[in-house]
């Protein structure tokens, strides 16, 4: 969609927002202000319909040639199933050769959650029907995909029904791993103090204990693993202590942010900036401590820190440097758990993963590097970081352009330069907009990308806070997200 075709789109949902009683005029304003700027500003990455490199028309999806009648399956039905199902169809593929497979009949929009945890938004204004954002005529087969055969282009269905392929998208996203905290379980969430905004129906649960909350010590966690938007364990904890602070409790409670990441952000921009918005909150930090371990009844968390010690090597006559590890415990009266993630378990145990469960694909063409005609997309992906929606908004156009070069035998020019972005909530009504991608002295010179670079949008201090940001996530991100990037249009 173009943006002079998005614009009314969102213009029309502003205005009901307003009917509602959901956004006030005055605020309406603001929306329908930012929203024509920056429609105006569509050269920018963050409202750019692609970001690919090297292709000779970088906006424009080639067309399957007439007469073509390839069979795609995609696996998911999330933010990046949908968004590559609807691309394909306005590329002309015949919605009846796509053949998505999703057992879930309900659509969340997952970045919300934060909102709902913070008591911004309600659950029910997330969901929507499944059945409403699969492309007209595309097959719908609900249930799950358990088994691949990329052999012989086909996978087994939960019902023991096969599909063959031409080919193969894999967009099912990843799963919570709460159990491989010790003394947890995914049904403990939302009781006893325990809570998670990652659990769609534990996220009004923590804004009912952001509530009641009068002081005590508050635990918020990050895991080891890489996980779905990354700034969330962040956002609901600022979100958390901006309330306490604004109703006189914040003097006796003690935040604390347990991490295993040894800093807030790979790009130092923004890790400098949020050391600044930490400091000022008073918000108490240990990196390198991962949760091991949840004691439920005595209300202690259980942490594996890892620092690292020089130790005198008799062999080699010197210091050497060795990872020491210690458990360490913390007694908690709120506890905000971020579980540890994966694909989900049939991806991983699949032929398409690396050596770390991972989907196994080129960072730029999205292919499989294993199978030529698999492709992946999403947070599944074994890229070192993007796994946001925003990813997947700049992953389709360039994973729908070279599977369709690959169906017209032709080379795959579109490429994805690791954008992403995270709208960090920093307190209510207040976001920095943290926008970064590969690093592209890596990407240059062909190296594994390992380093993220800042890749701002706007000329504008990226690393400060500010309100505009603010209506971007709460007000223009769920309508681009529900009217243009499902829609296949943004």
């Known amino acids: 969609m173009r943006k002079d075709e998005l614009f009314p789109e969102i213009e029309s949902k502003v205005e009901e927002a307003v009917k509602k009683g959901e956004l006030s005029r005055r605020d309406a304003l603001k929306v329908l202000a930012f929203a024509s700027g920056a429609a105006m500003m569509g050269n920018t990455e963050l409202f750019a319909e692609g970001n690919e490199t090297n292709a000779s028309d970088a906006n424009a999806t080639p067309k399957l040639k007439q007469g073509m009648d390839a069979k795609v399956v995609i696996i998911g039905g ?15 593929m015949k919605p009846e050769n796509i053949t998505l497979v999703e057992p879930s009949d309900k659509h969340i929009y997952q970045p919300g959650q934060t909102l709902v945890g913070g008591g911004i938004k309600t659950l029910d204004q997330l969901i929507r029907n499944e ?10 087969e609900k249930e799950k995909a358990v088994e691949f055969m990329p052999e012989t282009n086909s996978l087994k269905l939960a019902s023991g ?46 804004w009912e204990a952001m ?10 966690t990050n895991p080891a693993t890489p ?3 990354g700034g969330a364990p962040q956002k609901i904890m600022y979100l958390t202590e901006d309330y306490m602070r604004t109703n006189g409790t914040r003097k006796d409670a003690k935040i604390e942010f347990m991490s295993a990441a040894g800093k807030y952000f790979g790009v130092p921009v923004y890790h400098d900036a949020v050391v ?29 820190k890892k620092t690292k010690v020089k130790v005198f090597d008799k062999d080699l006559g010197e210091d050497v440097e060795e990872e020491k590890i210690e458990l360490v415990e913390k007694k908690y009266d709120l506890l905000h758990i971020t579980p540890p993630m994966s694909p989900v378990a049939e991806i991983v145990k699949s032929p398409f993963v690396n050596n770390k469960g991972w989907m196994f694909v080129d960072s730029e063409t999205l292919q499989s590097k294993k199978f030529p005609n698999v492709f992946g997309i999403g947070d599944l992906i074994g890229t070192p970081f993007g796994k946001t929606g925003g990813s997947v908004r700049k992953q389709a156009p360039v994973l729908v352009a070279n599977m369709i070069a690959l ?35 890596q990407t240059d010179a062909k190296e594994p990308v390992t380093k993220a670079m800042a890749m701002p949008s ?9 309100w505009i940001w603010w209506i971007f996530k709460v007000y223009l991100l769920p309508p681009m997200y529900w009217y243009g990037m499902l829609r296949g249009r943004a």
């Not at 509530?211 to 918020?220: E, I, R, S, V």
């Not at 600044?276 to 004691?295: A, D, P, Q, R, Y």
């Open 161 to 206: 029904k096969v599909l063959t392929y031409d080919y193969l998208v894999v967009a099912a996203g990843l799963q919570y791993n709460f159990e491989k905290i010790k003394g947890l379980t995914a049904d403990m969430i939302g009781k006893n103090d325990i809570h998670s905004i990652y659990v769609p129906e534990a996220s009004p649960v923590m």
């Open 276 to 304: 600044g918005f930490v400091k000022e909150k008073e918000i108490l930090t240990s990196f390198n401590h991962n949760l091991v371990e949840v004691k439920a009844a005595e209300k202690i968390a259980v942490f594996e």
């Open 78 to 92: 999330g933010s990046a199933g949908i968004t590559v199902a609807a691309r394909l169809v306005g590329a002309d």
């Open 458 to 466: 706007f000329p504008l201090d990226p690393s400060q806070e500010r």
């Open 227 to 229: 996980i779905k938007c």
């Open 131 to 140: 059945a409403d954002y699969i492309p007209a005529g595309v097959k719908w």
């Open 211 to 220: 509530q009641k909350a009068k002081g005590g010590t508050m635990l918020f």
């Open 407 to 441: 169906m017209n035998g032709k080379a795959m020019e579109h490429k994805y330069n690791g954008y992403t972005v995270c709208p960090l909530i920093t307190r209510r009504g207040r976001v920095m907009l943290a926008e970064f991608g590969y690093d592209k002295a």
